[in-house]
């Protein structure tokens, strides 16, 4: 059972559009939410990270938003361009349990094209 | 550089041989994970380990086994492989935990 739900799976934009992808969890106690980002051949690398006391993120195009009440979250890419293609995983972690594990979504291959 | 090292990148193996992945890091971190990653699934926790001596199963550690002896060192024991832990496998560690994780290049493994 994914303990962190990621849609969509796959997601075709034009250079210079928005990617959306969006995560929803059911564990109150997560209180960490990063994104990866993984290009082929490589290991996922932190992109952004957001706790539950703001709602939005923003960090040069990348921008998380953040719904408490909905537990969800999700990122958006402006300017979306071709080098922003790749598989995006979102994660959360109960940061104040033993162990604080970080668990992640099933991942969003995203292609940008030019 | 910062990094984590993991070996080897690719490995065909047969059914029920004993095999070891390797993983290093150079950051003095305390907390290494092992996940391994499968189309639709995304990155599932097999073992993690909070400091030298001190390992815990994470979500999916049947048929794995792990050590940590060594602060820097955090391999990956498969002691009978079977054809279902054919997977994408990435070691990582961080500072604190779920924090900032920094991942290996991933081991490829097969198992036939």
């Known amino acids: 059972q994914q303990q962190v739900k990621q849609s969509p799976q796959s997601l075709i934009v034009q250079k210079g559009g928005i990617s959306i992808i969006n995560c929803a969890y059911e564990?109150?106690?997560?209180?960490?939410f990063p994104w990866y980002q993984q290009f082929p051949g490589k290991g996922p690398a932190l992109l952004i990270a957001i706790r539950p006391d703001v709602s939005e993120k923003k960090e040069g195009r990348f921008t998380i938003s953040f719904n408490k009440s909905a537990k969800q979250f999700s990122l958006h890419i402006m300017d979306s361009q071709p080098g922003d293609s790749a598989t995006y995983f979102c994660a959360a972690s109960p940061s104040m349990e033993y162990g604080n594990k970080l668990v992640f979504g099933a991942g969003t291959i995203l292609r940008v094209k030019s | 550089e910062a990094q984590v090292t993991q070996n080897p990148r690719y490995l065909i193996t047969v059914t029920g041989k004993k095999l070891t992945v390797t993983c290093s890091q150079n950051?003095?971190?305390?907390?290494m994970s092992w996940y391994r990653q499968d189309p639709g699934l995304g990155l599932r926790q097999i073992y993690y380990s909070m400091n030298v001596e001190v390992t815990d199963k994470g979500d999916v550690p049947e048929g794995y086994k792990v050590s940590r002896k060594e602060k820097r060192n955090f391999p990956l024991i498969l002691e009978s492989p079977s054809p279902n832990q054919t997977s994408l496998y990435f070691c990582?560690?961080?500072?604190?935990?779920?924090?900032?994780?920094?991942f290996g290049s991933g081991t490829r493994l097969t198992v036939v």
């Open positions: 564990n109150t106690a997560f209180d960490y």
């Open positions: 950051m003095n971190h305390e907390y």
């Open positions: 990582a560690s961080s500072l604190q935990g779920y924090y900032g994780y920094t």
